[in-house]
């Protein structure tokens, strides 16, 4: 389980530290920013998580492993070849980020309640879903305000549903299934939904629509 | 005084998640946008007061109440009929907002005073202000941020000093006259002041009116 | 110690006070808005480092002479004759922008080391450096975001990396300096590095320099 858990959370930072990274290079940062851009959106999350569960100093700031692969990512995405194909190419641009921002989200929703429930085994299921989905869109929240673009959450298409669907998943599973099994299907649940929507434009209404 | 407080904080939560809503709809945000801002703006200045005050996990993720509230808020603001009066009625709408504003930054001023009482009755004014003002303008800091506007702290008249003034007479209040009495004392100061500074264009000098 | 200590927190106050106030003068904010944004400045750094840490509630809620030194900053500035030199000369604007900032960095920067080990001095040399970054650019990374503009650490030169170059220097060199060696030669390191890189346009590779 701890291997387990321990390879999702690598998956999560690469991933979220990419997302971070390819924003940063849209706005033209430097090699600088793209790591710091980078990092924040890859701890910035579980940060965000630790204050709300009491955990202090926050575990990213005791463990240098995931800002390290964070940073490792970032300057990976800057390599003139692969910068070059990804920044002339709006399309795979727009892929990647979606599909690397989906797997953060998956990722670090169930993350969350893994969190809550390591510090705490007896949360009700309200507390889990909310740490759940603050973990999952916090990271890239972070890195939208910074990045002076409106937060994803606010605009893109199902992103909290998607978070909230997988979170409720995952805390309602945990007491019938094995906790892998629970966090499998929440993150797959947070991943579908956010591909799919994106594949079929699936819109809300806006309060524009008036009839 | 438990229903004082429970009311309080139904009138502020409902209060914030409107002006929430409203920004978001103004942003044209599809459904589940105007939602999450209308649930962040009514419980991010309480997050922000618990964390503040070492309250972990803060209240807001306890007791579900408070999201639901504000869930509710603003999926009726949400309706068409009322939707399309306010989209389209451009003075209706400025002065919903400032009035929902308003009474949001007065309730939360007073009770971010009431929590950090509550928590330690042995505090000093200026930690009772501070919190006060804190929780106060907190919900409507984040909102700002979230939507891409500057924050009405920096740019409105005199926002940040109607919850200061209000705060500072709830705090100074509390050792004289019942507390009920004080937060009522301070919520209305917060509101008169805040409502006749719009109404009378109070402006304080700006750092472009060189003489 | 306790002089030193107080006098370095003493001018950290009063540089990143004034960054804030100067800033919110550039975006024509009113009296209270440059005061509130010098505040912010001044003490969001020390806050977020605070609750990282787990110091409920943080230092600045309980003492408010850091508050008070930034209020009378903001408002010395805001002074008709100063102000009007100062909107009306861009360079002179640019110059002390970037000395207030810089010394509010490197103060800052190292203050956060001072007090990770003040509140337990067994901590990693990773969480020390992480947690001086962080108050560092903290206050400045609120203040830019507030004002609506993209945080200074994302897009100014090396602004990141002297904090990082300093705190790390700084917590490496408190094992074999005494502490207030090591946070001179941390402060610096920070106010060197920046000075320089502005001077002389250092610039790292962007994302558009593609070859």
């Known amino acids: 389980m701890e291997t387990y858990v321990s390879l999702l959370e690598l998956i999560g930072t690469v991933a979220f530290a990419a997302s971070g990274a390819l924003i940063a290079m849209k706005k ?4 600088l920013g793209v790591i710091v851009l ?3 959106t890859a701890v910035g999350g579980g940060i965000l998580r630790d204050l709300i569960l009491g955990i202090t100093p926050p575990l990213a700031f005791r463990d240098p492993a995931d800002a390290l692969v964070a940073v490792a990512t970032s300057i990976l995405l800057f390599i003139p070849w692969l910068r070059h194909r990804l920044m002339h190419n709006q399309r795979l641009f727009d892929v990647i980020l979606l599909i690397m921002d989906s797997i953060g989200l998956g990722v670090f929703t169930v993350m969350g309640i893994w969190n809550a429930l390591a510090f705490d085994p ?3 299921t309200f507390l889990l879903v909310f740490v759940g989905v603050l973990t999952g869109v916090g990271g890239g929240m972070i890195r939208d305000v910074l990045a002076g673009n409106m937060p994803f959450i606010l605009v893109k298409y199902v992103y909290a549903c998607a978070s909230l669907i997988g979170a409720l998943a995952c805390a309602l599973l945990w007491k019938i299934l094995p906790s892998y099994a629970a966090m499998l299907v929440g993150m797959l649940l947070v991943l579908i ?3 799919l929507a994106a594949h079929y434009h699936w819109n809300l209404p ?3 629509d008036v009839e």
Do not use: F, K
């Not at 033209?28 to 090699?31: A, E, G, N, R, S």
């Open 28 to 31: 033209h940062m430097d090699l």
């Open 122 to 124: 007896d949360r009700s």
């Open 206 to 208: 806006r309060a524009d």
């Open 38 to 40: 980078g990092v924040v």
């Open 193 to 195: 939904i956010r591909l």
